[in-house]
C-alpha cells in the first residue's frame, strides 16, 4: 500500500517537473516559441528575461519606470536592444539581484536607473514584502535548488493559465510595452483621485517606519546596492535619474520632516559619483512645468506616459543634468519653491 502512494505521489512530482520544464511560464530555461508570453508578474518573470532574452540595455527601478516604451528608448536614447527588468515597488537591493543576474548572462552597454527614494529604505538587505516575497532561488545559479520552480504548485497554476485564460489586453502580449501598468489606469477625473489621495496622505508611503527613512539608511543602501555594480563596470553607461513626482509629494515630505534628508541623499549621490566618467545624473524633480501641473499625474508619484517619453527626450538632449558644482545652488532653489508652495483647492483644478 505505501509503496503505491509513494509511487503515485513521485509520479505526480515528476509530472509536474516535466510539465513545468516544457512550459517553462517564467522563461528559467528558454524563451517562448510555442506560446504568447504575458509581460506581467515581473518579480519572477525578471529572472527568465535577464537570462534568456537577447538585450544589450536595461532599464532598472520600480513602477516609476514601467512607462518607458521599448520603442522610445530606441527611437530617444538610441538603445539597439532594451529590456526592462523594472519591479513595482521593489527595494534597491532587490534591483541589485536582478541587475546582477543580467550582467551575468549578457554583456550590456548601458544601465537606465531611477533612483526612487521608496527602494532606499530599511536595511540594505530588505525586500520590500519579507524574504519569502522575492523568489532569489530564481535569479541564482545553483541548479539544484530549481525543484523550488520546477515542482511547485504556484509554476503548475501558471503553465495552465498561459493557455487557458487568454487575456483581453493585447498589450500584455507586446514586448514593446512590458509591464506597462498605464494601459490598466483611467484617466478620468485624474484630479478628483489626486486631491483625495492628497486628503488622505497620512496613508502615503507608509511601508516602512519614519525611522527606516532616515538619511543613514538611504545612504547605506547606496553605499551597499547600487554604487558597487556601477564600481564593478566602468565600461557600462549609467544614466541615473531622480524621478518628478508631483509637488504634492514634496510637499508631504515637508510637513513630515522629510524632505531636506532626501536632499541630502540626492546631493550624496551626485557627490559620490562626480568622477565617474561612465555615469550621468539627471534631476527631473527640478522641473516644475512637470511637477506642479497635477494633469500630468495618476496620485502623488506616478506621472503619465506623456511624462515618460519627456524624460527621455530631455536626457537625450542632456537637460536636467546635475553635478557636484552647480548641485548645491539647485538644491536650495528647489527646497524654497516647495516650502513656498501652498496647497489650495486651485491646486486640483484645470
Not at 37 to 54: C, H, R, S, T
Not at 214 to 220: A, I, S, T
Not at 307 to 330: A, C, G, H, P
Amino acid at each position: 500500500m505505501w509503496i503505491m502512494i509513494w509511487f503515485l505521489v513521485i509520479s505526480s512530482l515528476v509530472f509536474i517537473g516535466v510539465f513545468n520544464y516544457i512550459v517553462d511560464p517564467y522563461q528559467q530555461y528558454r524563451k517562448a516559441t510555442f506560446y504568447k508570453l504575458p509581460y506581467e508578474n515581473e518579480k519572477e518573470l525578471d529572472a527568465g528575461l535577464a537570462k534568456n532574452f537577447d538585450y544589450d540595455s536595461v532599464v532598472l527601478g520600480t513602477s516609476m519606470m514601467q512607462n518607458f516604451n521599448i520603442d522610445d528608448l530606441k527611437e530617444i536614447l538610441g538603445y539597439e536592444k532594451p529590456i526592462k527588468l523594472t519591479v513595482a515597488g521593489s527595494s534597491v537591493y532587490e534591483q541589485n539581484i536582478v541587475l546582477s543576474t543580467a550582467l551575468r548572462h549578457r554583456h550590456i552597454d548601458n544601465v537606465l536607473v531611477g533612483i526612487d527614494f521608496l527602494s532606499y529604505y530599511g536595511g540594505i538587505h530588505r525586500f520590500k514584502h519579507g524574504g519569502n516575497s522575492f523568489p532569489t532561488y530564481l535569479y541564482d545559479e545553483n541548479i539544484f535548488n530549481d525543484y523550488k520552480y520546477l515542482v511547485s504548485s504556484d509554476t503548475l497554476g501558471r503553465a495552465f493559465e498561459i493557455f487557458t485564460k487568454r487575456e483581453k489586453d493585447n498589450w500584455l502580449y507586446d514586448y514593446t510595452k512590458m509591464y506597462e501598468w498605464r494601459s490598466r489606469t483611467n484617466d478620468k477625473d485624474v484630479l478628483k483621485a489626486i486631491q483625495s489621495r492628497w486628503e488622505n496622505r497620512q496613508d502615503f508611503d507608509n511601508e516602512a517606519s519614519e525611522d527606516e527613512k532616515r538619511l543613514y539608511f538611504l545612504k547605506n543602501n547606496f553605499d551597499a546596492n547600487l554604487k558597487p555594480l556601477i564600481d564593478k563596470n566602468p565600461d557600462i553607461k549609467f544614466t541615473l535619474f531622480f524621478p518628478p513626482y508631483s509637488i504634492l509629494a514634496y510637499k508631504t515630505y515637508e510637513e513630515r520632516g522629510q524632505l531636506e534628508g532626501f536632499i541630502e541623499f540626492k546631493k550624496y549621490i551626485v557627490q559620490s559619483l562626480s568622477n565617474y566618467k561612465n555615469v550621468s545624473i539627471y534631476d527631473f524633480q527640478l522641473a516644475d512645468d512637470v511637477t506642479y501641473n497635477l494633469n500630468n499625474y495618476y496620485d502623488l508619484y506616478h506621472y503619465n506616459k506623456h511624462i515618460s517619453r519627456w524624460i527621455l527626450e530631455q536626457i537625450r538632449d542632456d537637460k536636467y543634468r546635475v553635478d557636484q558644482q552647480d548641485q548645491e545652488n539647485k538644491n536650495r532653489e528647489f527646497l524654497k519653491k516647495i516650502t513656498d508652495y501652498n496647497v489650495t483647492q486651485r491646486s486640483f483644478s484645470n
